[in-house]
């Protein structure tokens, strides 16, 4: 797709944030067309640099941060200089969007606080990411997704007996998806009206609006139907592997096994949940596939992510791209990697481009007069 | 907030979608100030008014169906007769934007395909959510949330030695959060350039994208660094609870718990993972709270969702909304429900709406000339 064609081609993001929802949220924006920059600290750049997830590295930066970084430019400025303050701050007077995850009170002592951006541009969209809101009792505790989806009930939910954590950073990654939403709805608002606005969000709203239909039933203490005839989500064993069902009548699942019956006459009384184990426990996932499948009981079998990327399928959904990293020094080796791409399609294209993860200050220092907007951005693919 | 300030005021949004990821999709337009009006089959209308989520109602339709459909409106139309079929493709040649899921080959019968409703309406945005794509081999496979999650790999990473689903439609959500960026993004672009687009996206892309640091790393082969010194996520048994510790440098860790040890001296190594557990166990979750938070070690207590609910930070962070439908006879009572609000502030303001979801057929249905564009949408707060 020609660059122009992006949804938000032409939109400044510069970026202040640090590991996870808020470089998340600029490389959403970035897949859509948005020019990102990345504004680092001296010597060290953000956290996610080298804040090892699993504990993977290539070319001097963390897989993870190669992951969610990709497409976007880098400067380094230390907001502690008045010099470089000042032209950070001739960056954010000419910006579409800021980006920052900073506690509360650090963007009021640099002066850049909503307001205080706002002055330098009316037309800016400001995004501000937090644990728990800039308010109440929980704002100065630490924004972390296991603690929020601690703190959240999601624990609960998920294990149901023993409180299980999603083994990713799932809270994290809904709030990069609500600051992007947000942002990008500013943008609407900013094309219509030439105003900019303020959005909020926190991990702990994202986890709460995950659960919204709990916390709708919670809240208004509503009683479960008892003629409620659905299966739960489940996972079965097979005789070689696991078996998905999607909710069904019970009824219509009890007599599919009762028709393709591959063992002996189960001890349980029949329909019981011990009986209906049993009864997938005595053929292969492939079978059951077939026979479920046939009188329309939807099921799926269980892969793990190598399983699922030594797929054809896999490779249909045409989720990869390559991206590459020009050398340190002249005659060096670039660096290649694979990763994902934007879960989004435009036009009927995937949403891909060839840029890697910069390298720490890789379009500069914010010192001596450098101005990253006064030279176009890198033509995308 | 005044409608006419939020950031998609004045956008008009058809959603022909059923349960789930669409109508969510919808929703988070809606909160954002789109008008939204869900277009159903006479009779039943989209199946999930009665599809039961744990089995619970309100006033004929489901609990979660009232939890996704608030501040919208619908019609009723029925598709197969042609007169209505006329109205329904009137009506898109109006609106902006256009949502489906339907599985493929409906559309394209109903003459309201992209190709199709682009002709009738060249600004039109035009989302379709599918289960895995509109083509490859899982095209025509039910696109069903545990489904998605099953052939995904998250079952396995969420679990460790034993696959676990996310005990919520985490797969339908993401999906909803991505329909609704593409939708929003199309509009920025409807807005520089008048022209609309179509925006893809299906459960899987979503999962994937969830797992895109775990895929990067699959794909590139990166071996783990074993100086790796971060502790994983963890929840930990306590005298009277559980405690969730942040990633953290290990020696920190076991210091901090030598310097505030509760038990007597362990069996086994200190420092080992059994020994750290046997320290954890020795005092209550409040007193390692308080320990661990001095010297920085980043926890939080486990809470289920109803612990949630009454405590402070629940309130502090406004997260509910009361909503009401009218009776459906004069003279009969209102429902009211309380259910969560956007997870997104705007300008410093929670976004709140005291619509209830529609009754079925609400706005009428599209037949004898019956045209909801033809008056204004309600009058939002």
Same mark, same amino acid.
């Given at each position: 797709m020609q660059a122009a064609e992006l949804p938000l081609a032409g939109v400044v993001v510069l970026d202040f944030s640090q590991f996870l929802a808020g470089p998340v949220a600029a490389l959403r924006l970035a897949d859509l067309g948005a020019r990102v920059i990345k504004i680092e600290r001296p010597v060290t750049g953000e956290i996610g640099r080298t804040l090892a997830f699993a504990g993977r590295w290539a070319d001097e930066d963390t897989v993870s941060f190669h992951a969610m970084n990709r497409n976007k @430019?880098?400067?380094?400025?230390d907001l502690k200089d008045p010099g470089e303050l000042e032209q950070v701050k001739s960056l954010v007077a000419r910006a579409d969007v800021l980006i920052h995850n900073f506690r509360p009170g650090v963007m009021e002592r640099l002066g850049l606080d909503y307001e205080s951006a706002r002055a330098l541009n009316p037309g800016l969209v400001y995004a501000a990411a937090s644990g728990y809101g800039a308010d109440g009792p929980w704002a100065s505790r630490p924004g972390q997704d296991l603690l929020a989806q601690s703190v959240s009930g999601l624990t609960w939910v998920n294990g149901g007996d023993r409180p299980v954590t999603v083994g990713l950073s799932l809270a994290d990654h809904l709030l990069s998806c609500h600051l992007a939403e947000g942002v990008t709805a500013l943008l609407v608002r900013k094309l219509r009206t030439g105003r900019g606005g303020l959005i909020e969000t926190s991990l702990l @709203?994202?986890?709460?609006?995950?659960?919204?239909?709990?916390l709708t039933a919670h809240l208004n203490k509503s009683a479960p139907d008892p003629a409620d005839t659905l299966t739960p989500h489940s996972l079965y064993p097979t005789a070689d592997g696991y078996l998905a069902i999607a909710p069904t009548r019970r009824d219509n699942l009890i007599q599919a096994l009762v028709?393709?019956?591959?063992?002996?006459?189960?001890?349980?009384?029949?329909?019981?949940e011990s009986w209906v184990a049993e009864q997938l426990l005595a053929a292969g996932t492939a079978y059951w596939l077939e026979v479920l499948g046939e009188v329309g009981i939807e099921c799926a079998p269980l892969r793990t992510l190598d399983e699922l990327i030594a797929s054809p399928e896999f490779a249909a959904i045409e989720m990869t791209q390559t991206v590459e990293r020009p050398p340190a020094e002249p005659g060096g080796e670039s660096l290649r990697l694979t990763t994902t791409r934007s879960p989004i399609r435009i036009d009927g294209k995937v949403l891909r481009n060839h840029r890697a993860a910069p390298r720490l200050g890789a379009q500069g220092r914010l010192h001596n007069g450098a101005d990253p907007l006064a030279e176009a951005g890198p033509v995308d693919e």
């Amino acid at each position: 797709m020609q660059a122009a064609e992006l949804p938000l081609a032409g939109v400044v993001v510069l970026d202040f944030s640090q590991f996870l929802a808020g470089p998340v949220a600029a490389l959403r924006l970035a897949d859509l067309g948005a020019r990102v920059i990345k504004i680092e600290r001296p010597v060290t750049g953000e956290i996610g640099r080298t804040l090892a997830f699993a504990g993977r590295w290539a070319d001097e930066d963390t897989v993870s941060f190669h992951a969610m970084n990709r497409n976007k @430019e880098a400067v380094v400025a230390d907001l502690k200089d008045p010099g470089e303050l000042e032209q950070v701050k001739s960056l954010v007077a000419r910006a579409d969007v800021l980006i920052h995850n900073f506690r509360p009170g650090v963007m009021e002592r640099l002066g850049l606080d909503y307001e205080s951006a706002r002055a330098l541009n009316p037309g800016l969209v400001y995004a501000a990411a937090s644990g728990y809101g800039a308010d109440g009792p929980w704002a100065s505790r630490p924004g972390q997704d296991l603690l929020a989806q601690s703190v959240s009930g999601l624990t609960w939910v998920n294990g149901g007996d023993r409180p299980v954590t999603v083994g990713l950073s799932l809270a994290d990654h809904l709030l990069s998806c609500h600051l992007a939403e947000g942002v990008t709805a500013l943008l609407v608002r900013k094309l219509r009206t030439g105003r900019g606005g303020l959005i909020e969000t926190s991990l702990l @709203e994202g986890m709460l609006d995950l659960q919204s239909t709990l916390l709708t039933a919670h809240l208004n203490k509503s009683a479960p139907d008892p003629a409620d005839t659905l299966t739960p989500h489940s996972l079965y064993p097979t005789a070689d592997g696991y078996l998905a069902i999607a909710p069904t009548r019970r009824d219509n699942l009890i007599q599919a096994l009762v028709n393709n019956s591959a063992s002996a006459p189960a001890a349980g009384p029949a329909g019981s949940e011990s009986w209906v184990a049993e009864q997938l426990l005595a053929a292969g996932t492939a079978y059951w596939l077939e026979v479920l499948g046939e009188v329309g009981i939807e099921c799926a079998p269980l892969r793990t992510l190598d399983e699922l990327i030594a797929s054809p399928e896999f490779a249909a959904i045409e989720m990869t791209q390559t991206v590459e990293r020009p050398p340190a020094e002249p005659g060096g080796e670039s660096l290649r990697l694979t990763t994902t791409r934007s879960p989004i399609r435009i036009d009927g294209k995937v949403l891909r481009n060839h840029r890697a993860a910069p390298r720490l200050g890789a379009q500069g220092r914010l010192h001596n007069g450098a101005d990253p907007l006064a030279e176009a951005g890198p033509v995308d693919e």
